[in-house]
């Protein structure tokens, strides 16, 4: 089983996730789309449960030992322009890598999204999005393993709203279309909004970004700053006192300190949905 493929056996899973929280599992390293595949495989063929890891910036892990398989997709980190404006991301590219390579190619669209700790797998399988921008408004394909088959699934044929996207397979890569603008002007914007970031959020802490999801008529951050839960703390976690929608880690939270917080927050605002994956 898992022949060849890199490993990590009792790994410490603070170091796989933004929020630096969480006990030991066994990482998989694939380099490539078919060793993933055959990690898929090796996982049904032992009746294993996997997890699909993409940047760890959108996940709580369990303080006990995490049960299920990692599959680490940071390697998966090839980038093409396919034709003009058309560029092609595996799952595992690093959004800030992505930035990087759109701005000195002149590709125009994605600068709201500087400075969010993602990969692209990530951000597209959550509909990630900032400043009134989601990742969905520039996705023509995915690229998907499902049920043992790879294969490219059409934007249309996808359902995706706020921070959520109907996808069930393994996103490997994804097809993205931009506009063409000067790199100059391109940097210029991403720093403005990476700027907004450091001013609003606890950007120089441990988090997952925002704790619950917003709805048509609630917004999270505002009634918990209303209700005066900024800076209430549990052991090591706290509600950020510079934006209400996140917990922050200050260096020594477990999960459970996160969850309790996160149900105090509930029992005095309202029964936010989370927009973090809680893990078990
Ligand atoms: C400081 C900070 C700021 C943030 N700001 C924003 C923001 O402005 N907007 C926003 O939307 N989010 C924000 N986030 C949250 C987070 O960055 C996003 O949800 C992001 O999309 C998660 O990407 P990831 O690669 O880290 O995914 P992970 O956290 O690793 O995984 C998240 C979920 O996606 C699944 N997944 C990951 N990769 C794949 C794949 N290839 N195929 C299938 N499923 C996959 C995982 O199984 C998991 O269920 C912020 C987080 C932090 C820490």
């Known amino acids: 089983m898992f022949k060849n493929i ?19 599992g066994t990482v998989l390293f694939p ?85 969010i700790p993602a990969t692209i797998g990530g951000l597209t399988y959550m509909n990630g999005g900032a400043f009134g921008e989601e990742v969905s408004n520039y996705i023509k394909k995915v690229k998907v393993l499902k049920n043992g088959k790879i294969s490219w699934i059409n934007r249309k044929k996808i359902d995706f709203s706020y921070r959520k996207s109907n996808i069930l397979g393994i996103i ?42 917003r709805t048509d008529d609630k917004i999270p951050a505002i009634m918990i700053d209303k209700a005066g839960l900024k800076g209430v703390k549990i052991g090591g976690a706290e509600i950020s006192t510079k934006h209400a929608g996140f917990i922050v880690n200050n260096g020594d939270a477990t999960s459970k300190d996160v969850k309790d917080l996160i149900e105090l927050t509930r029992k005095k605002c309202g029964n936010f949905e989370c927009e973090i994956i809680i893990l078990e």
């Open 6 to 24: 890199e490993k990590k056996i009792n790994a410490d899973l603070k170091n796989y996730c933004t929020f630096k929280i969480g006990g030991r």
């Open 31 to 115: 380099k490539n789309q078919f060793e993933v595949k055959r990690i898929v495989n090796d996982c049904k063929k032992n009746h294993l449960d996997f997890f699909i890891l993409g940047n760890g910036s959108n996940v709580l892990f369990p303080d006990d030992d995490f049960k299920k398989i990692i599959i680490d997709l940071r390697k998966l980190n090839n980038i093409k322009i396919a034709k003009q404006r058309t560029v092609i991301a595996e799952a595992g590219v690093r959004l800030f890598a992505f930035n990087r390579f759109l701005e000195q190619n002149g590709f125009a669209g994605f600068e709201w999204s500087y400075g």
């Open 172 to 213: 490997l890569a994804v097809e993205f279309k931009f506009k063409n603008a000067d790199s100059k002007i391109i940097e210029k914007q991403q720093k403005e909004f990476l700027e907004i970031r450091k001013k609003t959020q606890p950007y120089d802490k441990f988090s997952a970004g925002s704790v619950f999801k």
